[in-house]
């Protein structure tokens, strides 16, 4: 066959297949592309190690996010006065911080509350050695005493303010986290250190069986679960009621005992009113941001 001839059936072969391209297009339209799924941060207080951290919430933040249609990815900071910088300035999509951390940070940059742990609250605890001969929190006066950091609202704060309340000046050094507070109370770095009950019942077993709890304080409003107002809130409704649902069916009761958790409720900002009542003022406010 002459080469033009050939040329020619080529380029009507092209044209055909062309057509019949377009036409299947037109007869089954290419359907749109599904939204992506929305992608959030979640700041998680470093009272423990952030291996632990991420052993223990990792699991429950992914059903979590599962549930609720939302990619929840797990945050923490190297150390607690990190971990408020990085709230002042807004870094987490949700975040989980201490009550006294609720407050300040509620009112600039705007977190809001929408979920709590479920229980009465949550209590500071001083710690010693099982073998301490310590028996009365008196005993510390004059003694250096481990705490996790300046604003650690039941582990520092409240043990603080009860033992002034008592009369009894101690020397506080700050050791990073919950976890180092135990650890060197065991080790007898310090006669004694502050905690709350949640984070010493869920250290290593080598840690806290070396010690005992030599005074706990009143309870207070427990953690809040806290989104930045950038967050929509349709995503919040969603996330509220997939953490409110885990106590319901063992696979998530088990994922909320990983984190001493009996269950999550709902919260609103109110809660937080008995740990403003308190008038602390640790973390100061910018001056145009200073709470009524």
Request: glycine content about 0%; charged content about 10%.
């Given at each position: 066959m002459h080469p033009k001839l050939l040329g020619i059936l080529a380029c009507l072969?092209?044209?055909g297949c062309l057509l019949v391209v377009a036409n299947a297009t037109a007869d089954q339209p290419i359907a749109p592309a599904v939204d992506a799924v929305p992608v959030l941060t979640f700041g998680v207080v470093p009272q423990q190690a952030t291996s632990l951290l991420v052993q223990r919430w990792v699991p429950l933040l992914n059903a979590v996010g599962q549930a609720a249609g939302v990619r929840?990815?797990?945050r923490t900071a190297p150390d607690i006065p990190a971990f408020e910088a990085r709230l002042a300035e807004g870094q987490y999509d949700l975040a989980y911080m201490n009550?006294?951390?609720y407050t300040v940070y509620h009112a600039a940059p705007g977190y809001q509350a929408f979920a709590r742990e479920r229980g009465p609250g949550i209590r500071g605890i001083l710690v010693v050695r099982k073998d301490a001969p310590i028996t009365d929190i008196a005993a510390l006066a004059g003694q250096p005493v481990a705490f996790p950091a300046p604003a650690a609202f039941?582990?520092?704060i409240l043990p603080q303010a009860a033992l002034r309340q008592a009369g009894?000046?101690?020397q506080p050094h700050y050791v990073r986290s919950h976890e180092s507070v135990y650890l060197a109370v065991a080790k007898g770095l310090y006669p004694a250190g502050g905690g709350i009950e949640r984070t010493f019942e869920n250290t290593a077993p080598e840690t806290r069986e070396q010690l005992r709890v030599l005074w706990r304080t009143?309870?207070?409003t427990p953690h809040a679960f806290a989104a930045h107002p950038r967050v929509d809130p349709r995503l919040i409704n969603r996330i509220r009621?997939?953490?409110t649902a885990l106590?319901?069916?063992p696979p998530g009761q088990a994922l909320l005992a990983a984190i001493e958790f009996k269950g999550i409720d709902s919260a609103v900002d109110a809660d937080w009113d008995d740990v403003r009542a308190l008038g602390i003022d640790i973390l100061a406010f910018p001056a145009s941001d200073a709470p009524p």
């Open positions: 072969a092209c044209l929840i990815e797990f009550p006294y951390h039941a582990a520092s009894i000046t101690v009143q309870p207070f009621a997939a953490m106590a319901d069916a």
